[in-house]
Every structure is written in structure tokens, then in C-alpha cells.
């Protein structure tokens, strides 16, 4: 079966609440939701349009941090992936942990932190759609990290804020939510006619990626 996403940003409903259980960590107080609710979770279907759950969710994991986001995957198997992401904001890291460490062990769900690592596929952002296969990049080395530049069809100065997204998106797609926000130095990103004959695919960074970081 192939595998979709359902990401939810950050700036999903959203209202400031009295916090949890007086003496509860937020983190328990969020599992004791999930757990309350999870037939209506484990049974979502975004096309039928059941936007209450994913107001309700996203409100009971921004108790925890406002940054917090979260993914499912579909049902495979009689099982459901959830994701729990700090949409790419690193200071929201030390929360994800936290939150995965105080999962419980539900028969039904895979429980996953920060966005993993997938094929790179075609994109749509901001009323741009940009296909996997024309972009390409090109790493150098800096220090323990790596800088990277993202060569996009298309780019303009003009649009810079959206094909800015649209590379990050790409970036977590090949490299994974972790790896782009620790290991990734400068990030630049330019139009495909600056692309070097060195350039590469985004099919090879994940290969090229690895072992630069293993040398380091």
C-alpha cells in the first residue's frame, strides 16, 4: 500500500487553555486524551472530513508546547503511525522527547518522533508545484555539519519566501525532521540555471548525506 502523511502545522486551532490536571505533567495529560480518543483517532479519514478530532488534538499537544505538531500514516495491517514533530523548530526538540518518552504502549499505534526520513516526491506550496526530480543539490562541508545548496526550477527572488519552504520541505522529506535541524549547517537556495555539472538528486543526498556526517 502506499504510504500518505496527514501533517497538521502548527497553526492548527489553537486556544489558550487552563493547562492540564492540576499535578498531571502535560505530557501523561496529553497520552490520557490520546488514549480516551483513540477509536475516533485510529478511525480518521481526512475525506470525511472529521476536522473536530485534528481542532481537538491539536489543541491537547500545544498544552504540551505550542510548537508541537504531529503526522498520521494510514491503517496498515491493523495498525496507524503517529508522528510527533517539532515542525522543524529545535528548541521544541527536548519536548518531542519528552512527549515519545511518556507514550503508551497501545496495540494499534506506532508511535514516532520527529519527521522520518522518505522518497522525495513532488510538492505543491503557496501556488507553486515543483517535482522531485528537477531539483538538485550540492553539499560542502563546515565543521560538523554539512552546508547545503538547493537548486529549484523556477526560483525568483520575487517568490523567495515560498521556494524557501518549498526546499526545506524537500530537505525533511530526504533527510528527515532531525538530521536536517542538527546536522545542516547554511542552507542556500538558488534557481536550477546556477546548478553546478556536480550537482546531484535529492534521491542522492540521503547516501551522500551519511557518510559525509560519518567522517566528520
Given at each position: ?9 502548527a497553526?492548527?486551532l489553537?486556544v489558550a487553555?487552563g493547562g492540564?490536571?492540576?499535578?498531571t ?17 485510529f478511525d480518521f479519514d481526512l ?7 485534528l481542532?481537538?488534538l491539536?489543541?491537547e499537544?500545544?498544552k504540551v508546547?505550542s510548537?508541537?505538531t504531529?503526522?498520521f500514516?494510514p ?35 506506532h508511535?514516532?518522533k520527529?519527521?522520518q526520513?522518505r ?7 503557496g ?5 522531485a526530480e528537477a531539483?538538485s ?8 555539519k ?5 537548486f ?8 523567495k ?7 526545506f520541505?524537500?530537505?525533511?522529506q ?8 542538527m546536522?545542516?549547517g ?19 543526498l540521503p547516501?551522500?548525506f ?7
Open positions: 500500500m502506499t504510504k500518505f502523511l496527514l501533517a497538521i502545522s497553526t492548527a489553537f487553555s492540564c490536571t492540576r499535578g505533567p502535560p505530557e501523561q495529560a496529553f497520552w490520557k486524551w490520546f488514549e480516551r480518543n483513540e477509536p475516533a483517532l475525506e470525511k472530513s472529521q476536522d473536530g478530532i481542532d481537538e491539536a489543541f499537544i500545544h508546547d510548537n508541537l504531529f503526522e500514516g491503517k496498515e495491517d491493523g495498525r496507524r503511525e503517529f508522528t510527533i514533530s517539532a515542525d522543524g523548530i529545535r528548541k521544541a526538540f527536548p519536548k518531542v522527547e519528552k512527549l515519545y518518552a511518556a507514550a503508551p504502549s497501545l496495540p494499534r499505534w508511535f514516532v520527529f519527521r526520513r522518497k522525495p516526491s513532488d510538492l505543491s506550496y501556488g507553486v508545484t515543483v517535482r531539483v543539490v550540492l553539499t560542502e562541508p563546515d565543521g560538523q554539512l552546508d547545503i545548496t538547493v529549484i526550477p523556477g526560483y525568483s527572488e520575487a517568490s519566501d515560498t521556494y524557501d519552504a518549498i526546499a520541505l524537500f530537505l525533511d530526504a533527510l528527515g525532521e532531525y538530521d536536517v535541524e546536522h545542516l547554511e542552507v542556500s537556495i538558488k534557481a536550477i540555471s546556477q546548478a553546478p555539472p556536480k550537482a546531484y538528486s535529492f534521491a542522492a547516501k551522500v551519511d557518510a559525509s556526517i560519518a567522517r566528520r
